[in-house]
């Protein structure tokens, strides 16, 4: 279960995209999308949020991770949410994430075709992860006790299927953890970047979400500005000039 504490004081959530049938925002790292029984003390939730702030009922068309922040969808009818289930349960939705890791991949652009064990049945599923190292950089400091300077990449990430965890643990698997994942991170890099730079959060970000509209089968794309803490990465990282580019 991740450990750090968030708030979210009387915020409006900032919404992406909004019609008669769906609205999507932006949700931020640490916010829970509804109510979890692994998370049974919390009170603040995306669903209610957004429900809250537009005075309508919502229902959640999929998920992301608590530390996760970006993308995520929401249906505004009973009609339509079948519909949204049924892209993501077909893989037609192109999913688009970014994640700052340790390290730099030799291999520049790939697949990850690495089974991934079910945390509900203990099965081993299939799972695919592409990726495509957009930029590098190496910092002049030790964060772990062995080298004079660090490594880090910047990475595009499109999930092929949808497991749970699945772009964290496809990372873990290569050695590229995700800087500030508590659970299938680096511990040593996490700390560095929280003792050096104050950062904390998880560098995973649903940057773009593209489908096509239930109703009037138009191909929608939205993608989600990124969180500041992602931006003072990339700043620290002298990625700076890149932050209008991408």
């Known amino acids: 279960m991740e450990t750090l504490a ?24 640490g916010l829970l999308v509804h109510r979890t029984s692994i998370a049974a003390g919390e009170t603040v939730f995306a669903l209610q949020m957004l429900r809250n702030q537009i005075g309508q009922h919502v229902s959640p068309v999929h998920r ?8 995520l969808l929401f249906a505004k009818n009973e009609e339509v949410l079948p519909l949204m289930k049924q892209q993501f349960a077909d893989r037609s939705i192109q999913k688009t994430y970014f994640a700052i890791v340790r390290g730099i991949p030799s291999i520049k652009s790939d697949i990850i075709d690495y089974p991934l064990k079910s945390e509900r049945s203990g099965r081993m599923q299939e799972a695919q992860t592409s990726y495509q190292v957009l930029l590098e950089a190496e910092i002049p400091y030790n964060s772990t ?15 092929e299927t949808g497991r749970t965890h699945q772009i964290r643990r496809h990372l873990a698997h290569l050695r590229h953890y995700i800087l500030g994942d508590k659970k299938h991170g680096d511990n040593k890099q996490n700390q560095f970047f929280e003792k050096q730079f104050g950062i904390e959060n998880l560098l995973l970000h649903a940057r773009k ?22 931006q003072k990465t990339m700043i620290e990282l002298s990625w700076s000039e890149h932050l209008l580019m991408l």
């Open 6 to 29: 968030y708030f979210f004081p009387n915020m409006d959530l900032e919404i992406l995209f909004e019609d008669e049938d769906l609205i999507a925002i932006n949700k931020p790292s």
């Open 64 to 71: 992301l991770d608590r530390p996760t922040s970006g993308v």
């Open 145 to 159: 006790g062995r080298y004079a300077t660090s490594r880090y990449s910047l990475l595009e990430l499109k999930p």
């Open 209 to 230: 979400l593209e489908f096509v509209h239930p109703r009037s089968k138009k191909p929608i794309s939205l993608t989600a500005p990124l969180p500041s803490h992602f």
